[in-house]
């Protein structure tokens, strides 16, 4: 214990002052009512700690996806602070932090290709992707489809991941490409967990990450029922990694479900009830989050000298990221406030 | 002997030229470029090279090409370059090597990637043979049942952990084979009538199947036989390949090395660009060269009218500061390791190689002065230097030397003081001579550091430090005056008795030290305006540490002494043990094991503390670490 104190003082004053310049609730209060945009960005800019980044931004004149922008890059600015004050095997773990928004880059990209539109580097940043191991951005771009695009990562892990893809015209679908990236990165979670993390660091990253997968499987079976209408094998090939706090039959059982309305059913008698307890299902994403928020609140309270308080902390600036963009997304969409405030992870 | 005088040098000619001056005078040259952009920044008609390195990429690529060649790049002669800047079309030339050389590794690699493939297909469907090698039934038929269907092949353990999940409500036997880092060998009987199912299933976990009844005919045992011979035969195939391969590897090596030499060079030429400025037509660089190189420059450039090259003293040069690079003799060089592992010294101060060179070995050899040791370690020394071919083997020689004179005249000889007469005294014998010796030797490196120090300050002309400091002139008298005053009472056994004298000596010094920072002010031009205010205090305690500095650094060189005695006393106890051992075989024992041990630890400790006396006693009252390391652009191998 002693040690660890040692090892994460530092870090760990850093985090908790930046912890402590998160949005508070009276914050997301006032910025619900506001009225635009730009009164989005003018409170951040005046009353909060994204006013470094928005001084050099004229706000009466921001754009929603230039707002967007600002907040990513505060992000960047909060990891790389935080990755400066880290030494050691932990590190290589707080790296794969960048490794999952390359991964969501790699994803819009497909997304472009299959649509049927071509890549404009120019309107459509990529903030995260960069010239690196095997990664070239300007071959990447030339892809005209996602089977290309297979190609051209070659030389990359996530060619590797994809390969199977590549000719095979009955499965290279946009929803199994994304899905092989969502697997193979919580694979690559659990992998390196446990080669770099010890003692406490492994039992709370582990517990958070088998949380997060089990309510993600739960959320696709959910889904599966509801709107594909698929066979059990298909479920269950599109799972996450399988490292569950649920047993076996129980998963079995959900999978098994004739329909939604059975699976809620039994999904309320497991320990994620909490997300499932209304019936209407655009609740259940928020839920999830509102789960997560608080179980990173949780981590940052009990375990402030491990990497559990980093990684919560990440997890708590992610959430606030997304509410603000929910937020400006509600008022730019003329949507209740009422409404917006479902949407808000706090 | 000195840090070494640089010049300035400054190269314009028209930029068509920049590659011939990078490649003839600067790489492989002695050059320490300056980032012209910084120090002529106020020009606003020279410009910073922009355009991206065209070379890098192909150096990464031929770079990966060389983990099959193995080569180095290679130091081009004079000749060389003149060749290479004669070559029109250079790029195109090295593009399309590299294009033709990737084409022909990548064939090799498909080559015996195919073979590996399909000779662990074949291992595959041998062992999948092995528990049905005695039945005397067709294969042909065994594989087209009517009711029940098989499948053997493989799949991803990705994809196998996947299947896993719910393999037990198929209707399936499984049947795994083997588990490889990668891949899953498996094969699978389904009834016919639901195979379809079955196989789409399987399909969509990218299950490959390899298809066993295509081109097999015969028994178990007979196709068994045949996959032996063809996986024999790929075998060979492979082997061939392989042999042919390092063939070409061989016979291209010197062409590859070539290029890969060429192409370090451009790039390196290219990389330059970013400290060289061009106007529209003029390209701009400069560096920091020894004097003697400035004239060689000068030589060969003077012919060329297109150029112009201008150079100038180290002193005449603003915004830049001279790196410092150490000139010595071969035989006091390997010290130089001993001044690094402190710092680099400033431009222009006196490079202290030399006098650690002396003080270092000497007090080395009084405080390990023996014989028989110090020959071991002349013999190490001689094994580094001759056999291992490194320098620092040199200062075993030395050190090894100086410790058998301080031995003959100890008359110690493995730690023994019975076989020779000491030329002198054996420390045991006379232990307040050997310390006061110390401390004398002490004042006088003391002294001489501070005449170091003084020298320093002069040619740095930090004037402050140098008439005020405490190891300026200040300290300097007041360290003198300390030492007579001691001498005097210790032949006299009176004080001296003098108002005028103590006033000298000790009230100017030490007033002069108090007030350094006032002084330093008023009667030198400050050279920084917000300067803090001094504090009495500060200065006080400054003040005290000083005189104490002065005090235990010299009382500090009774170590000196103090080790030699070290070294007595244990070899004395080394041979008390020997006296006191019955057996023969017990006496030489303790000898060798007595003396590894003295060599190995006090060897040790030894050297640590003649290090430690340099660097706290001695350069911290003259040493300023802020050299810049002189850095030249170097490539390749000597031939």
């Known amino acids: 214990m002693l040690i660890d104190i040692i090892k994460y003082s530092s870090i760990s004053t850093k985090i908790k002052g930046m912890f402590s310049k998160l949005l508070t609730e009276e914050d997301y209060k006032n910025l619900i009512e506001k009225k635009s945009v730009n009164e989005v960005a003018e409170y951040l800019k005046n009353r909060t700690s994204y006013s470094d980044l928005l001084s050099k931004v004229n706000v009466s004149m921001i754009h929603r996806g230039q707002l967007e922008k600002v907040l990513i890059n505060q992000m960047i600015n909060d990891y790389q602070k935080i990755f400066h004050h880290i030494r050691g095997k932990v590190k290589g773990f707080i790296k794969l932090i960048y490794d999952k928004y390359e991964i969501e880059n790699l994803k819009v990209i497909f997304r472009i290709l299959e649509s049927g539109e071509s890549i404009n580097l120019k309107e459509d940043s990529f903030t995260f992707l960069k010239d690196n191991e ?213 | 002997m000195s840090v070494l005088k640089m010049k300035l040098v400054n190269i314009a000619g028209p930029i068509k030229k920049f590659d011939e001056i990078v490649l003839k005078h600067i790489i492989n040259n002695d050059v320490h470029l300056e980032n012209t952009n910084l120090v002529l920044d106020s020009i606003d008609e020279l410009i910073p090279f922009m355009d991206e390195n065209i070379y890098d990429s192909k150096l990464f690529t031929i770079e990966d090409l060389n983990k099959y060649f193995n080569a180095n790049v290679k130091k081009l002669s004079k000749k060389r370059i003149v060749e290479l800047l004669e070559q029109t079309n250079r790029v195109h030339t090295i593009d399309k090597y590299i294009e033709k050389t990737k084409e022909r590794i990548q064939e090799h690699n498909r080559a015996i990637n195919s073979y590996h493939n399909s000779k662990n297909e074949k291992i595959q469907i041998r062992n999948q043979m092995m528990p049905i090698i005695d039945l005397d039934v067709d294969i042909d038929y065994l594989f087209n049942l009517e009711f029940i269907k098989f499948r053997f092949g493989k799949l991803s353990v990705e994809n196998y952990r996947k299947l896993k999940r719910y393999l037990g409500d198929l209707n399936v036997v499984l049947i795994t084979n083997q588990i490889e880092e990668e891949t899953v060998w498996i094969s699978y009987f389904m009834p016919a009538g639901i195979a379809h199912k079955i196989d789409g299933i399987f399909e969509s976990l990218f299950f490959e199947r390899i298809k066993l009844a295509g081109g097999i005919k015969g028994t178990p045992k007979q196709v068994q036989e045949m996959l032996v011979k063809e996986i024999d035969e790929l075998n060979t195939k492979i082997e061939k390949e392989n042999s042919a391969f390092s063939k070409y590897i061989e016979s291209e090596r010197v062409s590859f090395q070539k290029i890969y030499t060429e192409l370090s060079y451009l790039q390196r030429v290219d990389e330059i660009k970013v400290y060289a400025a061009h106007t529209l037509e003029s390209f701009y660089i400069m560096g920091w060269v020894s004097e003697q190189k400035a004239l060689e420059i000068k030589k060969t450039l003077s012919s060329d009218l297109e150029m112009m090259f201008v150079e100038e003293d180290a002193s005449d040069v603003q915004g830049a500061k001279p790196p410092t690079k150490l000139k010595n003799k071969k035989f006091i060089a390997p010290y130089e390791i001993l001044i690094h592992l402190y710092g680099l010294p400033e431009y222009n101060t006196i490079d202290p190689t030399s006098f650690v060179a002396i003080t270092y070995t000497l007090m080395f050899g009084i405080m390990f002065g023996d014989v028989g040791q110090g020959f071991i370690f002349l013999l190490a020394g001689l094994f580094f230097k001759f056999i291992k071919k490194q320098p620092i083997g040199l200062i075993g020689i030395n050190i090894g030397i100086v410790s058998m004179i301080f031995g003959g005249l100890y008359g110690s000889i493995f730690g023994n003081e019975d076989i020779i007469k000491p030329l002198w005294t054996s420390p045991l014998h006379s232990i307040n001579t050997i310390l006061i010796l110390s401390v004398g030797m002490g004042v006088f490196l003391i002294i001489t550091a501070l005449i170091i120090n003084i020298i320093n300050k002069i040619r740095t002309k930090d004037y402050g430090e140098l008439f005020f400091n405490k190891n300026g002139l200040a300290g300097f008298v007041l360290y003198i005056g300390a030492i007579i005053f001691v001498v005097y009472f210790i032949i006299t056994g009176k004080p001296i008795d003098s108002i005028l004298l103590m006033v000298l000596f000790f009230g100017i010094p030490i007033v002069v030290m108090f007030f350094e920072k006032q002084l330093t002010q008023k009667l030198i031009k400050a050279k920084k305006k917000h300067e803090e205010k001094p504090s009495f205090v500060e200065a006080f305690f400054e003040l005290f540490e000083a005189l104490l500095g002065f005090l235990s650094n010299t009382i500090s060189f009774v170590r000196v002494g103090a080790f030699a005695l070290n070294h007595a006393g244990l070899s004395l106890a080394v041979w008390s043990l020997y006296n006191m051992s019955s057996s023969a075989g017990g006496k030489i024992l303790v000898v060798v094991l007595g003396n590894i041990l003295i060599i190995g630890l006090e060897g040790l400790i030894v050297g640590i503390q003649s290090l430690r006396l340099q660097y706290y006693e001695m350069f911290s009252r003259f040493f300023r670490t802020n050299g810049r390391k002189f850095v030249s652009q170097n490539i390749g191998k000597n031939n």
């Open chain 1, 134 to 346: 095997g990664i070239r951005i300007s071959k990447l771009m030339e892809s005209k489809n996602s089977k290309q695009l297979i190609t051209n990562l070659k030389g990359t892990v996530y060619y590797d991941v994809l390969k199977d893809y590549e000719n095979s015209t009955t499965f290279l679908n946009l929803f199994n490409i994304e899905t092989t990236l969502d697997q193979y990165y919580f694979f690559l979670l659990l992998k390196k967990e446990k080669k770099l993390l010890k003692a406490e660091d492994e039992i709370v990253v582990h517990e958070t990450l088998t949380k997060q997968i089990d309510i993600m499987n739960l959320l696709w079976i959910y889904r599966s029922k509801k709107y594909f209408n698929m066979n059990r094998e298909e479920i269950f090939n599109n799972m996450l990694q399988n490292k569950s706090k649920l047993p076996k039959e129980v998963i079995r059982n959900l999978v098994d479900c004739k329909d939604d309305k059975q699976f809620l059913v039994l999904a309320k008698k497991t320990r994620y009830s909490d997300i499932f307890l209304e019936n209407n299902q655009d609740s259940f994403e928020e839920n999830y989050n509102h789960y997560m928020y608080k179980l990173n609140i949780k981590y940052m309270r009990n375990h402030s000298y491990s990497i559990g308080a980093i990684i919560s902390f990440i997890h708590l600036k992610e959430l606030e990221i997304g509410n603000i963009i929910s937020i400006t997304e509600g008022i730019r969409y003329n949507i209740e406030k009422e409404d917006i405030k479902q949407f808000i992870a706090i």
